[in-house]
């Protein structure tokens, strides 16, 4: 709690209203008496807050409790389909959608195409066209959708909300909130995908009751998102959880940053790809993609191939995977997490290069926070992202910070 | 804000309570009027908390305001010398004793010299008759001590409060609550010395309206301290900020911890002295200590000689700042933060031994949390500590989380 002297107007009535209905989703079913023994209001103010949610449908009535003397109580839960939220991920493959109603059921999913460094205004026309189907699809009224969650491979200003750089999408300062305005007059929350990522894990995930955990992404690039204290932690301007360059090898090749050794030049779907490249045109390993071109050799692959018992493969992945457990080792000393979650193309790790990033990130990370921790690989897959940006709007609802 | 089905009872009303005596606080001097009008809470309601914490002493009447039609109203502030706090430092050279009053105001502040290695029990004789000292000496009543928090130069279970591992004390698994508790029925607050120094920074320091910071501390070792979202960062087990063993020279010499080129061995007085020590004894740069034994030498020695001009001992510095630039940098990527406070022997550092640092720092940070950070030291100097552990029960008072 952290008041200054120009705290919001009335910030209390607020704060119960949103309370409440906070104790209802996580109840899931309650009656007046339990949130005025819970909240310590006041029966009566208890009773006028249910009034007003039932008026405007967030909760609806959701059965009959036990009787404590008198008559049996009604119960209160969230109202199913009464409001609903769009998750959008804009990455280099694909555009996903999530659209999910107020109780976090997802109702539709879907992914389009987007093509390799689409230019900004093409991607918001297909996000247009997509959403306009849904709303009509659904018969989603303008006051019953709470937002739309727009997910970013990119560092995203937390104030202005502005793209600062998303070096895969080839965007840089792109003010996509404004430029989305235009198609409904629903709220846009603009956010990082590593970030989306920890929100869908947090929500719905496997870091339900985790306060204090990190999520670790693979795509074209490598990022991370840290929660702290049960928040999603961004940092004074957005860009928390950059751990893409930080310096891993000293001896290491130029990264796209300017500096040596960083940790994208090592792990991440491109360096991968580029590494088995260089060795296999250096004679270094032998040529594991037979039939390929050497040139259109994809993460996949070298996925497949390792997973074919390919031992050159298997290795460039040992070895990608041994330099991201030295950066794990430092987010354990920093961060002092208690789950650490592999996302994205983390998820096809196998068990023995998995164990390898364990190994050196349990050696070289101090043995109290070290033994704290758990390292595991997301159980959602790929649409972590789009999921966590459906969630922004019903975290916004809910009174979370978001 | 967050709730399960165990919430607190009536944390509602608490919360209305606390509340209102932290915007008291932080507006100094306000009506009741004011403060229905901050919170949204009737004026009855309001009237009823302010009576309540008048009878308890928090606030007392601190003016008369301006008439808005009506009667001039009544102003409340908190009320001087009414409840106290008390902090303590414990590290390798003293124990510092801080007596602050309800508003932050420091009214006593002494240091005992501790010597190394000092056992459990002997410490804890020091801090029982300097508290009995202090206690008679401003004739402070039981019910009047919010409370002493301690700051430890180690890692701090939070859950436990149990102090795992302070190498430089010699302290592995203590209990030091438990043990302190026989001195008095006050709350005991044991926390990590980093962590101390960022509530400081943030309470009455040069931190006051960051919410995301990192306070960095040399001293035997290194450790730092991250605020996050405004609240103290601790992690899930308490050992957040443990840079200390984070790798930044691959090459590096044995740290005690068992890996190799940590922080630690690089940039800690006792590592830069060790440094001093071994290139004197190779010849590889001057003694600087002239009719000093090479053994006894101190960091005191190595500051007063590179500020006299010495270049050897300049250059062992420059090089420790350079290590610490590293590190630097990986904070501004991972953390985001909006400051660095170097503190405690750090501030010793001169213009040019910071200014390696920083160069080194910003050209390994990306470029965009690098533009948004400013890496300082700390104005308050070797106090921070314990002023900070003096803070914390103020802070519980006020409603804010530990």
Same mark, same amino acid.
């Given at each position: 709690?952290?008041?200054?002297?120009?705290?919001?107007?009335?910030?209390?009535?607020?704060?119960?209203?949103?309370?409440?209905?906070?104790?209802?989703?996580?109840?899931?079913?309650?009656?007046?008496?339990?949130?005025?023994?819970?909240?310590?209001? %006041?029966?009566?103010?208890?009773?006028?807050?249910?009034?007003?949610?039932?008026?405007?449908?967030?909760?609806?009535?959701?059965?009959?409790?036990?009787?404590? @003397?008198?008559?049996?109580?009604?119960?209160? +839960?969230?109202?199913?389909?009464?409001?609903?939220?769009?998750?959008?991920?804009?990455?280099?493959?694909?555009?996903?959608?999530? $659209?999910?109603?107020?109780? @976090?059921?997802?109702?539709?999913?879907?992914?389009?195409?987007?093509?390799?460094?689409?230019?900004?205004?093409?991607?918001?026309?297909?996000?247009?066209?997509?959403?306009?189907?849904?709303?009509?699809?659904?018969?989603? &009224?303008?006051?019953?959708? $709470?937002?739309?969650?727009?997910?970013?491979?990119?560092?995203?200003?937390?104030?202005?909300?502005?793209?600062?750089?998303?070096?895969?999408?080839?965007?840089?300062?792109?003010?996509?909130?404004?430029?989305?305005?235009?198609?409904?007059?629903?709220?846009?929350?603009?956010?990082?995908?590593?970030?989306? %990522?920890?929100?869908?894990?947090?929500?719905?995930?496997?870091?339900?009751?985790?306060?204090?955990?990190?999520?670790?992404?693979?795509?074209?690039?490598? @990022?991370?998102?840290?929660?702290?204290?049960?928040? =999603?932690?961004?940092?004074?301007? *957005?860009?928390?959880?950059?751990? *893409?360059?930080?310096?891993?090898?000293?001896?290491?090749?130029?990264?796209?940053?300017?500096?040596?050794?960083? #940790?994208?030049?090592?792990?991440?779907?491109?360096?991968?790809?580029? &590494?088995?490249?260089?060795?296999?045109?250096? +004679?270094?390993?032998?040529?594991?993609?037979?039939? $390929?071109?050497?040139?259109?050799?994809?993460?996949?692959?070298?996925?497949?191939?390792?997973?074919?018992?390919?031992?050159?493969?298997?290795?460039?992945?040992?070895?990608?995977?041994?330099?991201?457990?030295?950066?794990?080792?430092? #987010?354990?000393?920093?961060?002092?997490? %208690?789950?650490?979650?592999?996302?994205?193309?983390?998820?096809?790790?196998?068990?023995?290069?998995?164990?390898? =990033?364990?190994?050196?990130?349990?050696?070289?990370?101090?043995?109290?926070?070290?033994?704290?921790?758990?390292?595991?690989?997301?159980?959602?897959?790929?649409?972590?992202?789009?999921? *966590?940006?459906?969630?922004?709007? #019903?975290?916004?609802?809910?009174?979370?910070?978001?």
């Amino acid at each position: 709690m952290k008041m200054g002297k120009t705290g919001n107007n009335k910030f209390l009535k607020q704060f119960n209203e949103t309370s409440l209905l906070e104790l209802i989703r996580t109840n899931k079913q309650i009656s007046k008496a339990d949130l005025a023994q819970l909240t310590g209001l %006041s029966p009566t103010a208890c009773g006028i807050i249910v009034s007003n949610l039932l008026e405007k449908s967030y909760i609806s009535e959701a059965g009959i409790g036990i009787s404590t @003397g008198g008559r049996r109580p009604n119960l209160y +839960g969230l109202n199913p389909k009464s409001y609903f939220s769009i998750g959008v991920d804009i990455d280099v493959d694909y555009i996903r959608f999530i $659209l999910m109603d107020i109780t @976090g059921k997802v109702e539709y999913r879907d992914k389009i195409p987007s093509g390799f460094e689409q230019s900004v205004s093409k991607s918001i026309k297909l996000i247009e066209g997509k959403l306009n189907q849904i709303i009509q699809e659904y018969e989603i &009224k303008e006051d019953r959708l $709470l937002g739309v969650g727009v997910s970013i491979p990119g560092m995203v200003d937390n104030i202005t909300h502005e793209i600062i750089f998303a070096p895969n999408l080839g965007w840089e300062r792109v003010d996509l909130e404004h430029m989305m305005a235009s198609i409904g007059s629903f709220p846009i929350y603009i956010d990082n995908e590593a970030m989306c %990522s920890a929100i869908c894990e947090n929500w719905i995930g496997c870091c339900l009751d985790q306060k204090d955990f990190v999520c670790i992404n693979m795509k074209s690039g490598i @990022g991370s998102s840290i929660f702290a204290g049960g928040n =999603l932690y961004r940092g004074c301007s *957005g860009s928390a959880g950059e751990i *893409g360059h930080i310096m891993v090898d000293h001896n290491g090749i130029k990264c796209a940053c300017g500096n040596y050794g960083c #940790l994208e030049t090592l792990v991440s779907s491109k360096s991968i790809v580029e &590494k088995a490249k260089r060795l296999i045109r250096q +004679g270094l390993i032998a040529d594991f993609t037979e039939d $390929l071109d050497i040139d259109a050799i994809t993460i996949d692959d070298i996925f497949s191939s390792a997973s074919n018992g390919n031992e050159a493969a298997r290795v460039i992945l040992v070895e990608a995977a041994g330099y991201l457990g030295l950066a794990v080792a430092n #987010l354990i000393n920093t961060i002092n997490p %208690s789950k650490i979650v592999l996302g994205k193309e983390l998820v096809r790790f196998s068990e023995d290069v998995l164990e390898n =990033l364990k190994n050196i990130a349990f050696a070289k990370a101090l043995k109290y926070p070290a033994s704290r921790v758990e390292i595991i690989t997301s159980e959602i897959g790929e649409d972590t992202s789009a999921l *966590g940006a459906a969630i922004i709007p #019903l975290k916004k609802l809910f009174g979370y910070r978001l």
